[in-house]
């Protein structure tokens, strides 16, 4: 059964605006953090207070039907052991996140021959936690959707928690029988009518995870907006006086 709390807190967007201009555009140029800005404003869904719900999927078809275009992050690695950080995955819209922080944030890729985990896996990759505490993914843009992919039937997702800005604003258990069937991935995904920005697993590992699709420019895109938002400011400047 979900949870709900009432949805996003006031000023979320620009916050998270913030912090992805940092990421891509540090301290440097204004422009390309001013293009950055417009462009993610645009984008990003205006999200108000509600109530919403939480409907769980066991099997992926039907999850995929209900959640619309999706990212799918499979974990695969050329190596049976590598140890990457929270932005590995940043221009897919995703960081890496724990529960709870850990004293060092870094978490395993492994493939088929890594210890007991790698032969569950149902591809080439797949992410373990290396801090003790369960898996959580934050978003560069609120989402209302994410499934994972366990590596067995015993390994499937149990729980999941949302926050949005912080703040808790749903949580759900699987229902009983929820989970993908024998012979199949163990599929658990969720589709919710407000929007998240992180989620809390209950799982150590996983082998993939889904999310809604996020729109993330390219990095060789950011120097072509900035020349754009200089030619829009300049025309504006011109047409005042």
Not at 27 to 47: I, K
Not at 140 to 166: H, R
Request: hydrophobic share 40%; proline share 5%; glycine share 14%.
């Amino acid at each position: 059964m979900g949870h709900v709390r009432a949805g996003a807190p006031k000023g979320w967007q620009m916050k998270r605006v913030r912090e992805i201009q940092d990421v891509y555009c540090g301290s440097g140029s204004w422009l390309c953090r001013a293009a950055l800005g417009v462009l993610l404003l645009s984008c990003t869904h205006a999200v108000q207070p509600v109530e919403g719900s939480i409907a769980w999927y066991g099997e992926k078809g039907l999850w995929e039907a209900a959640a619309g275009a999706t990212t799918t992050i499979d974990f695969e690695t050329d190596t049976w052991y590598t140890a990457i950080y929270a932005d590995e995955y940043i221009f897919q819209g995703l960081q890496l996140d724990y529960s709870s922080p850990p004293a060092e944030a870094v978490w395993v890729r492994f493939d088929e021959t890594w210890g007991a985990r790698g032969p569950l896996l149902h591809d080439g990759g797949g992410l373990s936690s290396s801090a003790g505490a369960t898996l959580a993914f934050r978003f560069l843009q609120p989402v209302n959707a994410f499934g994972t992919v366990g590596l067995s039937e015993v390994t499937q997702s149990q729980f999941f928690a949302f926050y949005l800005e912080g703040v808790l604003v749903g949580y759900t258990n699987r229902p009983i029988g929820g989970g993908g069937g024998q012979g199949q991935d163990p599929f658990n995904g969720v589709v919710t009518d407000f929007y998240f920005d992180r989620v809390v697993t209950s799982d150590v590992s996983l082998d993939d995870i889904y999310f809604s699709s996020i729109v993330v420019p390219a990095p060789g895109v950011l120097p072509l907006l900035g020349v754009g938002a200089a030619i829009a400011l300049r025309g504006r400047r011109r047409g005042r006086e």
